[in-house]
């Protein structure tokens, strides 16, 4: 993510830049993997049911972040978790 955050942040001023579903489609660029591509793919076929004017407004970017919290977030932290507990073995 640090490196979404640098390009965000190069890019901040340049027109379009500030386009919520702009900033969606740039986010999904940075995540990779054949674990993820699914989540992805729902993303974008959810994009693409959304009218480019009238759901191009900042609640469609903060679903998106609440979407990506509650897909990645949550299981990181379980992963954590997991990973102390298996150390703490013997």
Same mark, same amino acid.
């Given at each position: 993510?640090? =490196?979404?955050?640098?390009?965000?942040?190069?890019?901040? +001023?340049? &027109?379009?830049?500030?386009?919520?579903?702009?900033? @969606? /489609?740039?986010?999904?660029?940075?995540? =990779?993997?054949?674990?993820?591509?699914?989540?992805?793919k +729902?993303? &974008?076929?959810?994009l693409?049911?959304l009218?480019? @004017? /009238?759901?191009?407004?900042?609640?469609?970017?903060?679903?998106?972040l609440?979407?990506?919290?509650?897909?990645?977030?949550?299981?990181?932290?379980q992963?954590?978790?997991? /990973?102390?507990?298996?150390?703490?073995?013997?």
């Amino acid at each position: 993510m640090c =490196k979404l955050r640098i390009y965000m942040m190069a890019n901040q +001023g340049v &027109l379009g830049f500030k386009s919520p579903i702009r900033c @969606i /489609a740039i986010a999904l660029m940075f995540i =990779k993997g054949p674990q993820v591509n699914g989540w992805v793919k +729902g993303i &974008l076929e959810g994009l693409k049911q959304l009218h480019p @004017i /009238a759901n191009n407004i900042e609640y469609t970017y903060i679903n998106f972040l609440a979407c990506f919290d509650a897909q990645f977030t949550n299981s990181m932290r379980q992963e954590v978790t997991q /990973a102390s507990l298996d150390r703490l073995m013997f």
